[in-house]
């Protein structure tokens, strides 16, 4: 059975999802760079000190879903069935998050990260930290020290399958397509853990 978030956590959830809904409006009618964090907190109707209890920054307010992407990532690893193996699982996952940031009405949001200098770098610093996290998932699974570059390579290419797929014509085919590459490079670096 699934527990239910409490009555405070539900409060803290709903007052989150405000400001993000909120500064994501202001943000799309005026532009992420016009927009101040005073001026997203009237709009959410709350102190500017409660947005920095929800978001470490303003650029959080754009990636709102940054830590749980993060998760579902780190999860695909650590929640799969015992006989399923670790590439599919994360094709899997990053389907869904692809599906996810493609969908209809998607595209202003993407193209707002492009223009600004600040969210690509922030973009930019949130990967590498969610491949950070997902090495030491894998390394974890695999009972192997954290700092293994192999764990930390796939991390990165299947993180980076995110994004180039994400900017795909057809990203479903480039998901596929990059686990292929993916799949094949776990498998020659597998032999070489095993053997190391």
Same mark, same amino acid.
């Given at each position: ?38 001026? #997203?907190?009237?709009?959410?109707? #709350? ?26 990532? #780190? ?122």
């Amino acid at each position: 059975m699934i527990e239910q978030p409490g009555r405070r956590e539900r409060k803290k959830a709903a007052t989150r999802q405000k400001i993000a809904d909120a500064a994501r409006l202001l943000f799309a009618e005026r532009g992420y760079d016009a927009v101040g964090i005073r001026e #997203v907190a009237a709009a959410a109707d #709350v102190a500017v000190t409660t947005i920095f209890s929800h978001f470490s920054s303003k650029e959080a307010l754009v990636f709102e879903q940054d830590e749980d992407f993060e998760q579902r990532l #780190v999860r695909a690893v650590t929640d799969r069935e015992p006989h399923e193996a670790l590439i599919p699982a994360l094709r899997r996952e990053i389907h869904a998050m692809v599906r996810h940031c493609t969908a209809d009405g998607a595209a202003p949001l993407w193209r707002m990260i492009e223009e600004s200098p600040a969210l690509r770098q922030y973009e930019e610093s949130m990967r590498q930290r969610h491949a950070r996290s997902l090495a030491t998932a894998i390394a974890a699974d695999l009972d192997l020290p954290q700092t293994t570059p192999t764990c930390g390579a796939i991390a990165r290419f299947v993180v980076d399958a995110f994004s180039v797929a994400r900017e795909s014509d057809d990203p479903r085919t480039a998901v596929d397509e990059i686990f292929r590459m993916i799949e094949a490079a776990w498998t020659v670096a597998r032999s070489s853990v095993a053997t190391a």
